[in-house]
């Protein structure tokens, strides 16, 4: 059960709040073990900056990264050898397998980073316009339409993509998050398919 500060970290999308509050729960001596690992994948999530200069979300990028490479079976020269490289880039980048690797509570907390993550992907989705409409951004879609471009976009990036890479170990933890997100925001739906 997370405390509330705990609980409030994992609902916020800054950067620099998630900081505050993950720095407000190691001074009052919250849970010492889990928040030294929550810092270690913060300080691995946010390492870049962006071009503004303010901090790059380093799992965003990888989710991006995955998203345009969702239909590499497709082309010509880079296919799905330069997906996989790409792919793998971004999970080194964030150190996602060194953290994951170190021990059962490193893997639980980066889980729960990854279903931050998937939360935050379908959160900016669904409040853009441009995501929401269509004929350049003039004409809203219906709230079903929306709902099933989301779901399709999901189930390409986070369910069919690793399996098409063969990289159902490497990126398991996101397709897991994505399911269990997916259904948290759409419940009694079914979920993401197979």
């Known amino acids: 059960m997370d405390t509330p500060t705990i609980a409030a970290y994992y609902r916020e999308a800054d950067p620099m709040k998630r900081k505050q509050l993950l720095d407000q729960s190691e001074a009052a001596g919250e849970e010492p073990e889990a928040n030294k690992i929550r810092r270690e994948i913060w300080e691995a999530r946010y390492h870049e900056k962006g071009e503004n200069g303010s901090l790059a979300d380093g799992f965003l990028k990888l989710w991006m990264a995955m998203e345009f490479n969702r239909n590499s079976g497709n082309r010509w020269f880079t296919g799905s050898r330069g997906a996989r490289k790409e792919i793998g880039k971004e999970l080194a980048a964030v150190k996602f397998h060194e ?96």
């Open 99 to 194: 953290i994951r690797q170190k021990s059962g509570l490193h893997e639980q907390l980066l889980y729960r980073e990854c279903c931050h993550l998937v939360d935050l992907y379908m959160n900016l989705c669904s409040h853009d316009k441009s995501y929401n409409t269509i004929i350049c951004g003039i004409i809203t879609i219906s709230k079903d339409s929306a709902k099933a471009k989301l779901q399709k976009d999901i189930y390409e990036t986070a369910v069919r993509l690793p399996g098409e890479l063969n990289m159902q170990e490497e990126l398991g933890l996101i397709t897991k998050a994505a399911r269990e997100i997916y259904e948290i925001q759409f419940p009694g739906e079914g979920g993401l398919p197979e």
